[in-house]
């Protein structure tokens, strides 16, 4: 194995979707214990189920509602409390309330950057200031391409996943010299139950987007997250990784 993430801890929100469970099913492979958080107590409890028989390895769940600043707030020490110090902290909760930008309101604007960005920022700052006393640290968060490159009917999301992507490169340079990476990784089209309820045409118009020809597998995109996780990737920091199949080659 080039690299194992033995003896680390994660604390994944968005941990019960497509994008999270499989990033805590190959965390858990290679050694990790993971924290998954979710504002879906059902979702968490299935997905606590679905990675014991993938894995024969049991997931430490929170339910956590990320719009409540309180409880978004306090889950960092929440994980900590409840499995141990975390090395790994991915940020990966996200949603979305598209419309065509004259009929987007303010609350539109406001929810979707309250989670995909505003808690992202309180679980980094809670992050570095443990990682920073222990010289280790490992930073992750999930932008989109469309971060990069706009999409029609999404400019509040668009906005909070360029956003991440700003704010990771300051908080890496911020951070370097106390051993703590941070990073993002833009996912392009990826088969989630959103995806799945797309027409055929829909899906076409997608699919005729991405040089590679098809759309990627969630754990895809774990994989990449958990690269970037590793103890082997000290050197790499501020930097994004593309996981979109060529639909945007920056």
Not at 150 to 175: D, R, W
Request: aromatic share 6%.
């Amino acid at each position: 194995m080039l690299f194992s993430l033995d003896g680390l801890r994660a604390l994944i929100t968005g941990g019960a979707g497509a994008i999270g469970k499989k990033t805590a099913a190959e965390m858990l492979k290679q050694g990790a214990e993971v924290v998954i958080a979710d504002v879906r107590q059902d979702a968490l409890d299935t997905a606590k189920e679905e990675l014991l028989s993938a894995t024969g390895k049991i997931v430490e769940t929170i339910n956590c509602d990320l719009l409540d600043t309180k409880k978004t707030r306090e889950l960092f020490s929440a994980a900590e409390e409840q499995s141990g110090q975390i090395d790994i902290l991915v940020n990966n909760a996200g949603i979305d309330r598209d419309k065509l930008f004259m009929k987007m309101s303010e609350d539109d604007l406001d929810i979707v950057m309250n989670v995909n960005l505003r808690a992202a920022f309180t679980l980094t700052k809670a992050a570095v200031m443990a990682m920073s006393k222990r010289k280790f640290g490992r930073i992750i968060s999930i932008s989109s391409v469309v971060g990069f490159t706009g999409n029609p009917g999404q400019a509040n999301y668009c906005a909070s996943k360029a956003a991440l992507v700003g704010m990771s490169k300051a908080v890496a340079l911020e951070y370097a010299k106390r051993g703590i990476t941070v990073n993002c990784v833009a996912p392009g089209v990826i088969k989630t139950p959103m995806i799945d309820v797309l027409s055929d045409e829909s899906k076409e118009k997608f699919l005729s987007k991405i040089p590679l020809g098809y759309m990627a597998d969630p754990v895809e995109v774990a994989y990449a997250i958990c690269f970037l996780a590793s103890r082997e990737t000290s050197y790499i920091t501020g930097q994004t990784l593309h996981v979109n199949g060529g639909m945007f080659i920056g």
